[in-house]
């Protein structure tokens, strides 16, 4: 026959290493606390000197140029009578506040454009 106190001595055996184990696990849990509370302390440190010694930059403002309107078709014509009076591209360029090359590849394309007409005409 079992004696009738053995299974309170195991319930108690039982309830103390459970106790033990809550505290051991506690004592980790801290001990992990601080490892990591030391750890991120030391990088917000870190990060702290680095922003010190890092002289911030000054702002640059980007201003783009303002657009000019293209080629229109006013100016085209003005260029276009200019170049039958015989004026020249630099001129031309001047009085219509264009540049010289803008006013060379009018008259290509003009030259094309009046090329492709004649060609269908011819071929009617």
Known sequence: MIHPVIPYLLLALGLISSIFLFFTLKLEVQRNARKHRKRID???RRLDQASE????????????????????????FQAMRMLRRGEDTAHIAAVLGVS????????RVQGIGAAALTKAAGSR
């Open 100 to 107: 010289q090359r803008e006013v060379e590849l009018l008259i």
């Open 53 to 76: 010694r890092a002289q911030p930059e000054p702002w640059t403002i980007f201003v783009p140029p303002s657009l000019r309107s293209g080629f229109n078709l006013s100016k085209r």
């Open 42 to 44: 030391e990088m917000t």
